[in-house]
Nanobody
Framework: QVQLVESGGGLVQPGGSLRLSCSAS????????SGWYRQPPGKRRELVAA???????SYLNSVSGRFTISRDNDTKTVYLQMNNMKPEDTAVYYC????????WGQGTQVTVSS
């Protein structure tokens, strides 16, 4: 059974940086889709960044140029580097690996506040 463990969330001041990690276990790391979603308080979950094994990368417009998604197949880890963070980035962030299957992490809280 695939298990995803996220880490790296926390409290950061506006303009600061965080790096989220999502470590996978329980299967081969052959997912064609890697993504990070977030759910701000009182809002719907939204796709923040996506990476596919055929080289496709996409970002939510509001994070483009500030966030970077990457993947390390050797360590079975997906990362989200977040720079120049803003209060509106505050949310619970979720890792998603899919195709095959559809697997989610438990979520990690990110709070951007002074």
């Amino acid at each position: 059974q695939v298990q995803l463990v996220e880490s790296g969330g926390g409290l950061v001041q506006p303009g600061g940086s965080l790096r989220l990690s999502c470590s996978a276990s329980g299967s081969d790391f052959n997912f064609r889709f890697s993504g990070w979603y977030r759910q701000p308080p009182g809002k719907r979950r939204e796709l923040v960044a996506a990476l596919t094994t055929n080289g496709g990368i996409s970002y939510l417009n509001s994070v483009s140029g500030r966030f970077t998604i990457s993947r390390d197949n050797d360590t079975k880890t997906v990362y989200l580097q977040m720079n120049n963070m803003k209060p509106e980035d505050t949310a619970v962030y979720y890792c998603n690996l899919a195709d095959p299957g559809d697997h989610w992490g438990q979520g990690t809280q990110v709070t951007v506040s002074s």
